[in-house]
């Protein structure tokens, strides 16, 4: 082992860093030699590329082989069921509307699912489970093929079934009891396709945890969300308001069924949220008390271990604060392993503040004036000098979305719900620069899972209808989903507040869009089966969305790996005239153009 420069050494297995540049495993007399290029050639380990963050990532698969003690623990544990235990009877009416005693589920004509359910804990999660049983099994078809698809080496996917058990080994000594029992509720429904993944309960409590793998694992871009509050002088009726774009992207079926859950617990304050079959965290949502909560995910460093998730910690502050200081003592009280910003509001305090937390760092951010904007960074005290926070304004397009939303509100001195969707919608850089369509530096980056307005004081919510936050805004009133009367089985949405949808959706250019998005999976598939393209399929793709600065970097990089370099050069310098995203990827195109450079003297 002359050429290692560093070791770890667990029993009889060795894990080494090595001068030829790579990693060394040695596991029995099995050993394993990783090049570090193959590792920083790989998109889904891009980020992977100090030597601690490696020795982590791969220190994980060996202790998965090398321990079970705490993986059995968690493999074997059972919520509290303490409950009746009384499968519910569903009534199905028609193809959209089902019914469970008073529970009900219903598709309205804007094409979103409504979920109107209420009990205790396990009444909860088996009334959900048993209502939305198709469209939980197409969500699991979804995410799980997903996986496959990024992974589809059977070996590969074993290797990460067992690494999701050990990483996720404390999981559920963070999650209050009250959850992991509806949990189990709604996973009596689950499909028994993926019981090889992990058993029905012990994968749903894994899938609260998926948005929190994913943004560390992957530091994923996009999970660009912007979010704003506004009170007082910023707003025509002076009172609170808010909206926000969910721009979680896991593919367009992921998003495909979006529920309004109305929840009515036996403990706490009822509640709405948005959200998806099988999820009982919260991302977006608002109680009857007039608390608000939604989530921005901000920088984070690889977790060795997963603790709450951040959307179970957003289902607490929901279920049982009304004040922005009852919502800031619960978030004390749980340990995450991301960093994320729950932008919180209360229509009793009559304003909203940041709550950034961190595994490391806890900070409540609180602006002077009547204006809260929230994009993917921190801004409290206790992160001023965080290197990770800096490095993201620095590198990400999180500043810059701060800035359009800044500059955006300063031309509109007072809002209201109209002009907040015409805010979450816009399309435009700064300046109104042409930007091109679903560059991430936009507040519409045309592939959100959801947008949603408040008005707290009021108890009124709107929620975008597909695509993405372009269709009509549908408008609910919790004071009177909440009232005590009786509902009939039938959509609760106020029509008459209906925000009308995006002119946008009728224009050539969004069909050009949707035709880009077909033509961009082409290209990247021929990039990385090296198949030909014609100059004919090159105009096209590239007039599709000219402003858009990755359709030049595709074919420069197509042109680049042909050995076409004077080609790719021109289509190269073509992307840095345009806005690109990140400053990691304009850094990519210079290095392109240093490499062409030194290949055509």
Sequence with gaps: MKWFRSCLKFNKNVFCHSDKGGISLKINDLRLFIPFYSIQNDRKLKGLTNFRQVISFFSL????????????????????????????????????????????????????WELYVSGNPLERGLIMGALYEPLYHYQEDVFFGKVKEIVPSKFKQSLLRQFLKWYNREMYLHIPEEYKTEIYGVSRYATNKYDDIAPKYLRSLYLHGAHDIGHAMQDLALVGCSSVALWNDKTEDGKLLLGRNFDFYAGDDFAKNK????????????????????????????????????????????????????????????QYATTIDEAVSIARKREVFVSEALMVSS?????????????????????????????????????????????????????????????????????????????????????????????????????????????????????????????????????EIFSSEKKEFASQHKKELTIPKDDFLESDEYKNYELYRIEDRKIDKAI????????????????????????????????????????????????????????????NVEKYLKKINRKLR
């Design 259 to 318: 529920i309004i859950t109305f929840v009515n617990p036996d403990e706490g304050y009822p509640f709405a949220t948005v959200t998806w079959a099988g999820m009982i965290g919260v991302v977006s949502g608002m109680n009857k008390a007039g608390l608000t909560i939604t989530m921005n995910a901000g920088k984070s460093d690889i977790p060795v271990v997963a603790k709450t998730p951040i959307s179970i910690v957003a289902r607490e502050i929901l």
């Design 61 to 112: 698969f060996i202790l998965v082989s090398l321990t079970s003690c705490g993986i059995s623990k968690s493999v074997r544990h059972q919520p509290i069921t303490d409950y009746n235990h009384e499968i519910p009877k569903v009534i199905k009416h028609s193809d959209s509307l089902f019914s469970s005693e008073e529970n009900f589920l219903v598709q309205n004509k804007f094409g979103q």
């Design 347 to 479: 229509a009793k305090d009559r304003k909203a503040v940041l709550i950034e937390m961190s595994p490391e760092n806890f900070g409540v951010f609180e602006v002077a004036n009547n204006e809260l904007v929230c994009t993917n960074h921190f801004r409290s005290e206790a992160y001023a000098n965080d290197e990770n926070n800096k490095q993201h304004i620095l590198e990400s397009h999180s500043q810059y979305r701060f800035d359009r939303m800044e500059e955006i509100l300063s031309e509109q001195p007072k809002m209201n719900p109209q002009k907040i969707a015409g805010l979450l919608r816009n399309r435009g850089g700064l300046k109104d620069e042409l930007i091109g369509y679903g560059n991430e530096k936009a507040l519409n980056q045309l592939l959100a899972h959801h947008s949603v307005i408040f008005q707290p004081e009021d108890l009124l919510m709107w929620v975008s209808s597909s695509p993405y936050q372009l269709g009509e805004f549908v408008a609910y009133d919790l004071k």
């Design 528 to 587: 990385s089966d090296k198949s030909d393209l014609s100059s004919e399929e090159i105009r096209k793709y590239q007039q599709l969305n000219p402003d858009l600065w990755s359709v030049y970097y595709k074919i420069g990089k197509y042109y680049y790996e042909k050995g076409y370099y004077k080609a790719s050069q021109t289509e190269f310098e073509k992307a840095l005239s345009k806005e690109i995203t990140t400053l990691p990827d304009q850094r």
